[in-house]
């Protein structure tokens, strides 16, 4: 995937992008490789060889003076997120790269975390509003666990009669609130059960009251039954289509077609809605004021562009080799303009490569 949305950058040079990528990335074993997937983000039209490996592309990018390179060129940055400190009922790791392009005067910072564990479990456990909040008689409330006790009681000593000042992460139960049985009658169209869901060891699903696992694209054989919910009483069913959508923040009217586990292909290959919807906006906002001070056509293509998950692991080879721009002759009549293309919206999200 990535040296297609390279060659997408260079062709279109946005004026600023977004990827998003499984937790993966920033294994050990892939350091050298991601470190590449950066400068080529950095730098996207500095073409190696096209014989050369992409070690060896590495190491010519490694030697680039971003000061003095006159092409095309990012200020990337990257970070890991846990898609349920922004409000996403799901535990969800995943690696956001921002780039903005270097002439735009605007600087980047991940949004603040606006939900905390923290304050879930003092909503549960030091006040009880949780359960309040859904009618849950005491008798049906879940106790502390043992192992969560020291957590509690520094909780407790920490913030003593003022509770923790996020939102509490938003669990399975806060999701689908409302939401009917699916066995029962309703006119949910894509809120259909399915039977057959199985616990084991490692296999248990996604505790109702606490975010779900991350929703995965697969169905059955999904590892520890991320597809799957889990009650109080310790019963499990496989998560609706429509459940697992609302999971993803989703809006509840947003059609996803095909059979069971190919919209869970879909719904888990997605970004969670309310995750890039803040992401997004906060870079509009980063970079709006500044776009405004640029006149140059050569600046004008592209806006935002998003691409999401999924890593390619081989060589890069550039068909086309464009020469880069200076800076300096952008005045010049000679001065090699890119393509014109057509506008596009601020926020573009590619989908998954198969």
Known sequence: MFPHAIRAIESLAPKAFIFENVKGLLRDTFSEYFRYIILRLTFPDAHGDLKATWREHLASLQNIKFDLYAGIKYRVQK????????????????????????????????????????????????????????????????????KLRPKINDLRNTFGFFQPKLQPWRTVRDALKDVPDPRTKHDIPDHIFRDGARTYAGHTGSDLDAPAKTVKAGGHGVPGGENMIRFRDGSVRYFTVYEAKLIQTFPKTFAITGTWG???????????????????????????????????????????????????????????????????????????????????????????RK
């Open 262 to 352: 190919e919209a869970l292909r879909q719904i888990g290959n997605a970004v969670p809605v309310a995750l890039g919807k803040q992401i997004g906006n906060a870079l509009f906002r980063r970079i709006q004021v500044e776009v405004a001070k640029l006149t140059s056509p050569q600046l004008q293509p592209a806006q935002v562009m998003c691409v999401h998950d999924g890593a390619t692991h081989y060589r890069v080879r550039d068909s086309k080799r464009k020469p880069p721009v200076s800076s300096k002759t952008k005045n010049q009549t000679t001065q090699r303009r890119p393509k014109q293309v057509q506008q596009t919206p601020a926020l573009y999200v590619a989908p998954r």
């Open 79 to 146: 970070t890991l997120v846990n898609a349920a400190d922004y409000g996403v009922p799901q535990c969800r790791e995943r690696v956001v790269i921002v780039g903005i392009r270097s002439d735009i005067d605007a600087t980047w910072e991940f949004p603040e975390a606006t939900h905390s564990e923290e304050r879930l479990l003092w909503d549960k456990f030091v006040t009880g509003s949780y359960w309040d909040a859904h009618d849950i008689a005491k008798a049906h409330r879940e106790t502390c666990p043992e």
